[in-house]
């Protein structure tokens, strides 16, 4: 099973909105609303900031926002903060379970 | 408070066996709809979902990989082992575990709480 798809890099300055794209098939993020997204800061532990497409866990932002249309999935980070500068991963279940690419945040 | 941190050996050579320790704390791998997955990251690369063992000891494998995992749980060590055979440098990489914490017989299909990870290297 292929990795989903993300952009390599995304950057955008304080305050600012970005968004990560999240590709995948309909094998995987279009067949099932089991998408999630972590924050990876690197050398610390991996932290979840969406699941099931949208939901948010308690203690996160609701800066972060999730959505899914087809077979894409978004991660929307909206007033960036210096905090969020880090690596983000989306994944899918499908029958088990496939994670993204990857993606850099810069915060400029 | 929830954690998990891997153990294991930072350098193996190929054709030998890993083997990689979670040990946790802060649930019981026992309640309904708890479950620990293992999941590595090459350097470089992004994550892979290696396997994942279930609270009524339900075990899943990555399709590609699943002749050389086996993974367990020792709950009364607050344990999960997975076992790798036959490594070889394709197997170098970081290695997490992390928790998954349905309720009930509903598994929640994403990871709630990770640990750091452990490096390993293989060469000879």
């Known amino acids: 099973q292929s990795a989903l798809t993300q952009p390599r890099s995304v950057s955008g300055s304080p305050g600012q909105s970005v968004t990560i794209s999240c590709t995948g098939t309909s094998d995987d993020v279009g067949g099932y609303n089991y998408v999630s997204w972590y924050q990876h800061h690197p050398g610390k532990a991996p932290k979840i900031v969406i699941f099931?497409?949208?939901k948010r866990p308690s203690g996160v932002p609701d800066r972060f926002s999730g959505s899914k249309s087809g077979n894409t999935a978004s991660l929307t980070v909206s007033g960036l903060q210096a905090e969020d500068e880090a690596d983000y991963y989306c994944?899918?279940?499908?029958?088990?379970?496939?994670f993204g690419t990857g993606t850099k945040v810069t915060v400029l | 408070q929830v954690t998990l941190r891997e153990s294991g050996p930072a350098l193996v050579k190929p054709t030998q066996t890993l083997i990689l320790t979670c040990t946790y704390s802060?649930?019981?791998?026992?309640?309904?709809?708890?479950?620990v997955s293992w999941i590595r990251q090459p350097p470089g690369k992004a994550l892979e979902w290696l396997a994942r063992i279930d609270w009524d000891d339900d075990k899943y494998y990555n399709v590609s990989l699943k002749t050389r995992l086996t993974i367990s749980k020792d709950t009364s060590k607050n344990e999960v082992v997975l076992t790798i055979t036959n490594v070889d440098p394709a197997d170098t990489g970081t290695y997490y575990c992390?928790?998954?914490?349905?309720?009930?017989?509903?598994?929640?299909?994403?990871?709630?709480?990770w640990g750091q990870g452990t490096e390993v290297a293989v060469y000879s």
């Open positions: 994944c899918s279940y499908a029958g088990n379970y496939v």
């Open positions: 992390a928790r998954s914490s349905g309720s009930g017989r509903y598994v929640a299909h994403y990871f709630d709480n």
């Open positions: 099931d497409v949208n």
């Open positions: 802060g649930f019981s791998l026992s309640t309904n709809g708890m479950c």
